[in-house]
């Protein structure tokens, strides 16, 4: 299975325990994947970025906090059969790389027997660094380089000029890590999102579309040494004023024949064995869907969970600011109280009950294809599903099969 085939499609499929267990009692049932964010700052303040709406604070979690909390994820994993706390990925509402113990908290994730993963806009990820993080990532190190040209670069990352030149040294050098320690398992990318509308900022600045630039930024990529490029739609955050303001009307449908195309060209132009361009086609296609294929999201708060940099709980990364959303912290309460406690349980109800997703929720958001499955599996009878499980255990297992 390459890269998108594996990103294309619902992760579950590659777990069929865990759909076991959720069918039968989704409270008691862990989640694969939790989402970390280290800590609040970002030395960037991207045009599109969704979590801007936190403005960015001055937040770092605890890394002994988060060992102790890591322990008992594993603990909890081991004692339910081995279906839940999986992966962790390191991004969040701000830059990873920014935290003084990133490499320590990463190795106690894996210490804990937890995949790993990083987004990152690798403009602090220097040689030094690169040579602590990329032995301790097996599943994908990601750079968010969202332009092919360093002018562009600089107005929608909102960042010096010069930042683009130091992303892409040090995205040679975390390569260049990764041969020297011999770490195959850690999957170097680069990651763009497309802007197809040229904007302005409050101030009357001109913020360019970058769509066009797509082909510049996947050489570069490629000439760079790193194993794939992703490229995928913008998704409206629901409680983004200013990036609602920037993106908010910007429509993919009047040119989806030309990103098809773009897409097509691309995959067939530079994809190789040592390089595969990754173009979300689908994705672009189902965010300008007037259905979204469900009307509950099954997705929260079951599959997957986000720690924000305060040590907040959230059972959804898409509700930043939502206090209904929340469901704990992990500076003064352990997994078990904040996973198996009354606050989730309420939670869950209000998810079931009451959340209108058309209206509440982005779309395109990051569990969208594990809903429509979800959906697909509730409807079915318990023959069916039977009879569907056992499919799923014959599919092969791709590498990042944890990471939802």
Request: aromatic residues 10%; glycine residues 6%; neutral net charge.
């Amino acid at each position: 299975m390459n890269r998108r085939e594996w990103i294309e499609n619902p992760k579950l499929l590659h777990h069929p325990e865990w759909l076991e267990r959720w069918r039968k009692d989704p409270f008691s049932t862990p989640p694969i994947y939790v989402e970390i964010s280290p800590v609040g700052m970002c030395n960037h303040r991207c045009t599109f970025c969704a979590p801007e709406v936190l403005g960015y604070p001055n937040c770092a979690l605890d890394a002994g906090v988060l060992n102790q909390r890591f322990q008992e994820m594993r603990r909890i994993r081991e004692e339910t059969g081995n279906i839940g706390f999986k992966s962790v990925q390191f991004a969040g509402e701000g830059e990873p790389t920014l935290h003084k113990d990133l490499a320590k908290i990463v190795r106690f994730a894996r210490d804990a027997g937890m995949d790993t993963d990083m987004l990152t806009n690798g403009t602090i990820m220097f040689y030094k660094k690169a040579l602590e993080i990329v032995p301790l990532i097996n599943g994908y190190l990601q750079i968010s380089v969202n332009a092919g040209k360093a002018e562009t670069y600089a107005k929608i990352h909102q960042a010096p000029i010069g930042h683009w030149d130091t992303a892409w040294r040090n995205i040679e050098g975390m390569v260049r890590a990764k041969e020297v320690l011999e770490a195959k398992e850690c999957d170097i990318g680069v990651n763009m999102t497309l802007l197809t509308k040229e904007t302005l900022k409050e101030d009357g600045t001109i913020i360019p579309s970058n769509w066009r630039e797509a082909e510049l930024l996947v050489r570069k990529a490629r000439d760079a040494g790193v194993n794939y490029v992703a490229l995928k739609p913008y998704s409206q955050d629901a409680y983004g004023k200013n990036t609602a303001r920037l993106y908010g009307d910007m429509k993919y449908s009047p040119r989806m024949e030309e990103i098809q195309a773009l897409g097509q060209y691309l995959i067939s132009t530079y994809s190789s064995p040592s390089f595969e361009v990754v173009f979300r086609i689908s994705r672009f296609e189902e965010y300008e869907l007037e259905d979204r294929g469900y009307n509950t999201c099954l997705a929260t708060p079951t599959v997957w969970s986000y720690i924000q940099s305060d040590g907040s709980w959230l059972s959804c990364s898409c509700h930043w600011t939502n206090p209904i959303f929340l469901l704990g912290n992990i500076n003064s309460q352990t997994i078990d109280k904040i996973w198996f406690g009354d606050s989730r349980r309420k939670h869950m109800r209000y998810i079931l009950n009451e959340l209108d997703v058309c209206s509440h929720c982005r779309k395109g958001c990051h569990p969208d294809k594990e809903n429509r499955y979800l959906t697909k599996l509730a409807s079915m009878s318990d023959e069916e599903f039977k009879q569907e499980m056992a499919l799923l255990r014959t599919l092969p297992r791709p590498k990042n099969a944890n990471f939802i």
